[in-house]
């Protein structure tokens, strides 16, 4: 079951000036900086309330942040639902007639598992399902 929105995912092209923008907009730091390989990202994260900020930028020219920023440019990229059980919300889901980027889960930032559902399916907006690795 879904039980809240977890975060909110920005691309962004130079994660340093990013998070001095988003530390006046907010008027806190980043609490968590952390590069992940398999996605090819530098992430930061900010805190709002209960639900956070994910910054997201390319480590490298073939990431799929970098095509995105190419395509698209700055902004937001994803939003990110937080689940207890991801592969019971992948057989659902995928029951209900979604589809998905892959339906493997991953290791993702911030101590999670992740799966993405593909736009296609939801509107245009890239969904990601994210669980706390326990």
Known sequence: MIKKIEHVGIAVKDINKSNLLFEKLLGEGSYKT???DAEG???S???LGSQKIELLEATSKNSP???FINK???GMHHLALHVDDIEAEIKRLEDEGFSFVSKKPT???DNKIM??????????VLVELCQDIK
């Open 107 to 109: 290791n993702g930032a």
């Open 34 to 36: 952390e590069i992940v």
């Open 41 to 43: 990202v530098t992430t």
């Open 45 to 47: 994260f900010f805190k």
């Open 72 to 74: 698209r440019n700055e």
């Open 65 to 67: 942040i970098s095509r």
């Open 115 to 124: 799966v993405f559902l593909h736009p296609k399916s939801t509107n245009g």
